[in-house]
């Protein structure tokens, strides 16, 4: 609860300063007066041995996947598309869709007085879209800190399989309210490459279980340090 309080609290701040900046901002010369469009994308890609899940959303439900007792192999590939325009210096607005799939291997034993091996693994299709800024805290020449704000809705498809044979399947809907942080360097007025963090978050949603009456809401505030949480990307101004 705290948690969600403390990032209500950093998001009304951000958009104030959003509303500021706006406020603040000079009005273009003649020649500079067209809005600057940007397009870009951002990634990234794991393949790690964990005993647990990564990921902003991959905690908030036990499915009784035995993952918190055997190691497992994990992979998981995110991709993130996205268009904007340039308010000012400081403060960039744009909608971006976002893709990600993860896999997960793992072989236990299961029954109590003759335990048999079985292949146990998961596969995750993740898919969201939805609107970010990016608030400039700190551009000085080539380099940028930004914070990023982002109002995004998410569908989840999560499947277990056992030998191959599918025996769960959980489809998920989530609001996701985020403020991450991040580093820019402008290689030229039109070309940047960026590095961002997750940060912080608050999800609300449902899931439920395909083919039962399993299911439930559920809010989650949380922050993100695991690897699957930073993303490198490169955006074009034209």
Do not use: C
Request: glycine share 8%; charged share 25%; aromatic share 16%.
């Amino acid at each position: 609860m705290i948690q969600k309080w403390i990032l209500s609290i950093v998001l009304i701040f951000s958009y104030s300063f959003l509303y500021s900046q706006l406020e603040l901002t000079e009005p273009a010369e003649e020649e500079d007066a067209g809005i600057k469009v940007f397009i870009g994308a951002s990634t990234d890609f794991l393949s790690v041995r964990s005993n647990t899940r990564f990921g902003l959303w991959s905690s908030r439900r036990n499915t009784g996947a035995p993952f918190d007792r055997f190691n497992r192999s994990s992979s998981s590939f995110s991709i993130l598309p996205y268009v904007g325009i340039r308010l000012s210096e400081n403060v960039d607005l744009g909608i971006a869709y976002n893709h990600r799939g993860e896999s997960s291997r793992a072989t236990i034993e299961e029954g109590e007085v003759d335990p048999v091996e079985i292949n146990f693994s998961t596969k995750s299709s993740l898919n969201g879209i939805g609107f970010f800024s990016r608030i400039s805290v700190y551009n000085e020449n080539k380099f940028n800190v930004f914070l990023r704000p982002a109002l995004k809705y998410y569908f989840e498809d999560y499947k277990e399989f056992r030998d191959s044979r599918q025996d769960l399947q959980i489809k998920d809907r989530f609001i996701f309210l985020n403020l991450g942080v991040g580093l820019s360097y402008a290689f030229s007025e039109q070309i940047r490459a960026h590095a961002r963090f997750s940060g912080i978050s608050y999800v609300n949603g449902r899931w439920r279980e395909v083919g039962t009456d399993i299911g439930e809401s559920y809010s989650e505030a949380g922050r993100n340090y695991s690897r699957s949480g930073i993303y490198l990307g490169v955006d074009w101004t034209f």
